[in-house]
């Protein structure tokens, strides 16, 4: 549980840096990796397919630093409707992440208030798309 408060201070720090001008949901996310913390936010563009999630974002910066394998993430989002609530990652990131992690990857998901929810890769994403499979 220390490792999971220690990622979810860090989603909540990298979700302040989050350029979210046209949605307004900010997200944070952090990965506990081979080399320590790795934060990242979303960064949004006009044509949103030129967005980039947290979670895309994060996997990016740990491919880059080299610091696979990763051990554990924390997503961090306030939701409007659910103040209590964290929201999931989107497809898309779950696919993203099944490319780096193996399906027991622990996720744990996150409000500005704390930890909500414990769930793994495989739990959110049960049939993934695997290399070799074209």
């Known amino acids: 549980m220390k490792m999971a408060k220690q990622l979810w201070k860090e989603a909540i720090r990298s979700r302040k840096k989050a350029y979210a001008p046209y949605s307004k949901f900010l997200v944070?996310?952090?990965?506990m990796t081979s080399k320590g913390?790795?934060?990242a936010c979303n960064?949004?563009?006009v044509n949103?397919?030129?967005s980039i999630c947290?979670?895309?974002n994060m996997?990016?910066?740990i491919v880059y630093e080299q610091a696979l394998p990763v051990k554990m993430i924390c997503v961090v989002t306030k939701m409007k409707n659910d103040p209590k609530g964290a929201g999931s990652p989107c497809g898309f990131c779950l696919q993203v992440l099944s490319e780096f992690c193996s399906p027991e990857l622990i996720i744990w998901l996150g409000n500005l208030n704390g930890l909500?929810?414990?769930?793994t890769l495989g739990e959110l994403l049960p049939s993934s798309f695997?290399?070799?499979a074209f």
Do not use: H, L, P, S
């Not at 944070?28 to 990965?31: D, K, L, S, Y």
């Not at 909500?116 to 769930?119: G, H, L, S, W």
């Open 28 to 31: 944070g996310a952090a990965g």
């Open 37 to 39: 913390v790795i934060g």
């Open 43 to 45: 960064v949004e563009n």
């Open 48 to 50: 949103f397919c030129g």
């Open 54 to 56: 947290a979670e895309q």
């Open 59 to 61: 996997m990016t910066r």
């Open 116 to 119: 909500v929810r414990r769930t």
């Open 130 to 132: 695997k290399r070799g």
